[in-house]
């Protein structure tokens, strides 16, 4: 198994350990400490040795910040969270602080006393969070002290050791460019941002840029590292050698100097003597190394990381893999519903279903020549109540029966090394009441509305959000996080910078890979959520308009449960939509089916009657 179901978080760790935290701030002369979720690199995942925030507060979710102080303790967190974090840390040390409306640089402002000292370290803030930061303990009159090592590095005395799992090569045929011509038009993206050297700090880029991946985090096939990229051609990667084959090392020595990475802060201040102007995305790279570069008369170029947009605009080879992949996937995810349907009502748990789906992708990698690599996130399996926490995830403690008269709702993905999938089906478990039928409708029109969209271009995922929540809005709902979410190619499933979310400020480009996935939850009764994974399009004529539109080509294929659809509340744009959905579906994964799963995905995609209300 890819996945394991141990306890998510143990709130008792926090006690004990808050207390070691704040004898060593004591001892050094400082009134907090604040520990984010993040690493080096910034990244969702991290490994073991960077889980400093699980391991001081028991919070096990991707986003939040605690803040220490003497006598006080908070955790930020955002609307995904703020369920999970109540279950995950003590309660009794931790205050909850949203970290959307009430931020720690916000709450730094109002709160913070007037010379108070507040740690943090560099390594694992960017520079844009650290400005935030600054400007706010000024105005309270504090200050922000950045510290050469980590007091949770101190404290936690096994800490695991750094990873150094296997990198290997990317195929061209899944990358679809050689590496030396992406590296190419990278340094000249540099010299045009007015560089003459770029950091890469997110492994994401270094994999995307050198065409290689690896296994050093949880789900996501990234092999941790920073790159030193220069407008002159001579790049620096910084890895531990104990990752390369002879193979990989000869591949990777032809287009960059390999060192280890210990060596990697004094190449930064080698450079910034030199008098090098130095590229760094305020978005992403740590303030240590705008320290570095600054503190050592090196000029700091704030641009954005110059691969994320070529990476996030997908080529042809990466384009074809992503469908392949999506037909191999929606094959695996129709026999896991077919399998689920036919079980008694109380039958089964969430880990039951989350193990099995795991199953059906392993065994149509296998009949396919083309293996699961992983899971692409930990997968939400959330039954009843457990469905309405956004970011559940199933432990041995918190492991549900599927109960009869409740909703299911299963978001999972999955990595193949040529491509990455990410998909949520809600179904009904029993006879689901007119409620739950009323609000899956509502979220379903919000994901049509999505998928049959055209816009010009230049348009951002801010500007369109809205059209995902117009159906729930007029019956006076909402759900608490973005629409969509950028897709790697055999990456991050979670990828950036492009995003349909009221904070989506990068246009949507061709190529463009991205969630769709409105969602509706009831806190203490149940969650809906449905997702595909959508292509933005090469912008095209409408015929009678003025100017070419882009739309979104779907890529998911798997059924959408009709027993909780109210045809009523469907236009006939939004029923022609479905029935022509579920056609293509039938057409493109019904040839790899046969038996009893190809007849139940015959009867789960036929066309819909307009009268579909019981």
Known sequence: MFQTFDSAGDPSVGKPRVKLLRRWLADNGLDGFLVPRADEHQGEYVADRSARLKWLTGFSGSAGVALVLRDRAFMFVDGR???????????????????????????????????????????????????????????????????????????????????????????????GELAKDKLARLAAAIGKDGATHAVLTDPSSIAWAFNIRGCDVPHTPLALGFAILAADGKHQLFMDSRKFSRTVAAYLTQLAELHEPGEFEAAVINLAKGGAKIALDPVLAAEKLRMLVGDNGGTVVAAPDPARIPRATKNQAEIAGSRAAHRRDGAAVAKLLCWLERQKPGSLDEITVVTKLEETRRQTGEETQMPLRDVSFDTISGAGPNGAIMHYRVSRATNRKLAKGELFLLDSGAQYQDGTTDITRTVPIGQPTEEMRERFTLVLKGMIGISTLRFPAGTRGSEIDAVARMALWKHGCDFAHGTGHGVGSYLAVHEGPQRIARTGTEKLLAGMMLSNEPGYYKEGSYGIRIENLILVTQAETVEGGDIAMHSFETLTLAPIDVRLIRTDLLTREELHWLDTYHAWVLAEIGPMLDGETLAWLGKATAPLPHDLKQ
């Open 81 to 175: 969270y703020t369920l999970q974090v109540r279950h995950e840390v003590d309660l009794d040390i931790f205050s909850i602080e949203s970290l959307v409306e009430n931020p720690p640089a916000s709450w730094i402002k109002d709160n913070l006393g007037k010379g108070a000292r507040l740690g943090f370290d560099p390594w694992l803030h960017t520079i844009g969070d650290i400005k935030a930061l600054k400007a706010s303990a000024e105005q309270s009159g504090a200050t922000l002290v950045p510290l050469d090592k980590n007091p949770i590095d101190i404290i936690w005395k096994d800490q695991p050791e750094p990873p150094v799992a296997p990198v290997e090569i990317h195929p061209i045929g899944f990358a």
